[in-house]
């Protein structure tokens, strides 16, 4: 089936079975592998891109779902080669460690963000259940999306 | 882990849709925001030949006021009502059942016709719709017809949509003033599906409980209501001790579930105990 759709801002065309995965698509059509993929079962959020502004799980929405949609995957995120607040600050806080969750907590962050500027510790906690880090204990993820949250206020 | 090979529509309109539910017959299934579809393609728990795509019909989305009840279309999200204003304010506990379900990827993408179609035990709207005295519409071949909550789920994963009828909306009466309303539940660490999720409305009037609403979900094979808890609130004064002994009736009427979470024995028991808790916050907010 022909679906087109947006991604990171340019409309790009593509042939698939209905049965392909957004994930997939991304990864294996467009070649945008930051979009990680881990549990395949709704749980972990390492696929999370942005489809229309809205955080999703790209392993539980069919391509074919995502015809005429805007995705935004973690490549499209800084603009003019300037990395976006939240990304600057997971660098600096140390919110990452091994760095596999990190392109989906990102943008589930980036929504957060999106639909509450200033949220407290416990919104951002709230925020982010969909996504499950290994490494960190959430501590500095926690801190960069609040030292983001401050930064994009300026 | 993706889903079996399938054939693939998209129709314009909600009759356009039942048309093909009737073309296909049982070949066919919905795909609504595809939250519990989609996980059980993959799995290969099923393996349908077609997925009809209901995603985008236009008009079948969103929430207006008519009459006294908020009618819902069936491919409203749970983030949308769970952010709605407007059901914030004329029915908090709906919005307040929305917000505890799955994580904000899930509520993002699912719907609340395809939660209550696919009537997963565990499910959280099921216990606020019968609490609300909702009533669910399906539009079939020959129209629209509409039933009761309480009368819509008929088991695990059954309810009473029969042949080629889809779900169309829901329609919420909105509580009247002087009551309150509460969801709450034991919810399962890693998903967030209720083990015991209660939603309770409490109406009061001249400091008596005027009527009592009480929905279980999580359970038993189906959401239920809880109706001997209803009955013993009836007239009486919303204090802690009426309270206490009305939620002790909370699991009289059903065989709790058994499984990996929990015991019959403690599901009964969290039944009592999250029932008690809904009333008395319920009381809370429908004095404030
Ligand atoms: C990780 C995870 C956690 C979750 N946690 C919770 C939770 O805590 N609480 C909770 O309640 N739910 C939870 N869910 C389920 C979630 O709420 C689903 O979105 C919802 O159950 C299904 O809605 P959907 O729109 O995605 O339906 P779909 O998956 O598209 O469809 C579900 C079923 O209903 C049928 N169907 C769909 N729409 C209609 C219609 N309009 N008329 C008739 N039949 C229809 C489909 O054919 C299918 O059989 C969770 C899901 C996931 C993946
Ligand atoms: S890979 Fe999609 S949620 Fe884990
Ligand atoms: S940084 Fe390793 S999983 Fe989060």
């Known amino acids: 089936m022909e679906i087109s759709l947006s991604i990171n801002g340019g409309v790009r065309s593509f042939d698939v079975e209905p049965r392909t995965l957004l994930v997939h698509l991304l990864r294996d059509e467009a070649g945008l592998t930051g979009t990680h993929i881990a549990c395949e079962t709704t749980t972990c959020g390492a696929c999370t891109v942005l489809m229309d502004g809205q955080a999703v799980k790209s392993c539980t929405v069919l391509a074919v779902q995502a015809d005429g949609a805007e995705v935004t995957t973690i490549e499209g995120l800084a603009e003019n080669g300037k990395l976006h ?18 392109p989906g907590m990102i943008l589930t962050a980036a929504q957060l963000l999106e639909r509450n500027s200033d949220p407290s510790e416990e919104e951002i906690r709230h925020g982010i259940e969909g996504n499950l880090c290994r490494c960190t204990g959430y501590e500095h993820i926690v801190d960069a999306i609040q030292a983001a949250a401050a930064d994009m206020k300026k | 882990m993706i889903p079996a090979d399938v054939d693939y529509y998209r129709p314009a309109t909600l009759e356009e849709a039942v048309k093909m539910l009737q073309n296909y017959g049982t070949e066919a299934k919905l795909l609504s ?17 077609i997925l ?10 969103g929430m207006v006021m008519e009459n006294n009840a908020i009618v819902i279309g069936a491919l409203t999200t749970h983030h949308e009502i769970a952010s709605s204003p407007i059901v914030q ?3 908090f506990l709906l919005a307040e059942t929305a917000g505890q379900i799955g994580d904000v990827q899930v509520r993002n993408r699912g719907t609340i016709g395809g ?19 909702a009533e669910i519409v399906l539009t079939g071949p020959e129209g629209a017809r509409s039933m009761r909550a309480e009368n819509f789920f008929e088991g695990a994963y059954e309810t009473a949509i029969v042949g080629n009828e889809i779900l169309s909306s829901v329609v919420v009466p909105i ?12 919810a399962q660490g890693a998903s967030g599906f209720a083990v015991c999720g209660v939603a309770a409305t ?3 009037g001249n400091g008596t409980i005027e009527s009592a609403g009480v929905g279980i979900t999580g359970v038993a094979g189906a959401a239920y209501r809880a109706n001997r808890v209803e009955e013993a609130l009836a007239g009486l004064a919303p204090t802690a001790e009426n309270i206490e002994t009305a939620a002790a009736h909370a699991a009289d009427e059903v065989d709790p579930l058994e499984d990996f979470y929990a015991s019959a024995d403690f599901r009964r028991q969290l039944a009592r105990v999250w029932t008690g808790r809904a009333l008395a916050q319920a009381a809370e907010r429908a004095k404030s």
């Open chain 2, 175 to 186: 509580p009247p003033s002087g009551s309150g309303g509460v969801y709450c539940k034991a």
């Open chain 2, 89 to 91: 304010k004329a029915c």
């Open chain 1, 85 to 102: 607040p939240l990304q600057e600050q997971f660098w600096e806080k140390h919110g990452l460690q091994c760095g596999f969750c990190t």
């Open chain 2, 52 to 61: 009809i795509d209901i995603g985008h019909i236009p008009g079948m989305s």
């Open chain 2, 115 to 133: 939660s209550l179609a696919h009537a997963d035990p565990a499910a959280d709207y099921p216990a606020a719709m019968i609490a609300l005295d």
């Open chain 2, 33 to 49: 925001g595809g939250h519990s579809l989609l996980p059980i393609l993959k799995a290969r728990l099923a393996q349908p030949e």
């Open chain 2, 202 to 204: 409490l109406t009061l």
